[in-house]
Nanobody, 125 residues
Framework: VQLQACGGGLVQAGDSLRLACVASGLTFSTYAVGWFRQAPGKEREFVVGYGRSGTNTYYGDSAKGRFTISRDSAKNTAYLQMNSLRPEDTAVYYC???????????????????WGQGTLVTVSS
């Protein structure tokens, strides 16, 4: 099983960026998927995720109104669309997948079995 996160880069405040997470060895449509981020010196933070059905989406406080998660089952890929980026969004972004996490635990990274390697997003002011 492998998750490959990509799409990070250097952008300016107010810009948009779309991250992608390509899965191999598992079928995204049967897994809960979450995006997390970790800034230097800080703990890993839940950004947004959805349950196995794909119909229940949960947002972290930092993502509400600006970020959107989606998936393309045909491509076995999940996306994180980030709009109105701010310098405080600078972090390494990780995608993760879980076969067993329940909705109430979606924000907890301990419940995810598979992780991508992370992609760096830097937002300049």
């Amino acid at each position: 099983v492998q998750l490959q996160a990509c799409g990070g880069g250097l952008v300016q405040a107010g810009d948009s960026l779309r991250l992608a997470c390509v899965a191999s060895g598992l079928t995204f449509s049967t897994y809960a998927v979450g995006w997390f981020r970790q800034a230097p010196g800080k703990e890993r933070e839940f950004v947004v995720g959805y349950g196995r059905s794909g119909t229940n989406t949960y947002y972290g406080d930092s993502a509400k109104g600006r970020f959107t998660i989606s998936r393309d089952s045909a491509k076995n890929t999940a996306y994180l669309q980030m709009n109105s980026l701010r310098p405080e969004d600078t972090a390494v972004y990780y995608c993760a997948a879980s076969r067993s996490v329940i909705l109430s635990s979606l924000r907890d990274p301990r419940y995810y079995q598979y992780w991508g390697q992370g992609t760096l997003v830097t937002v300049s002011s």
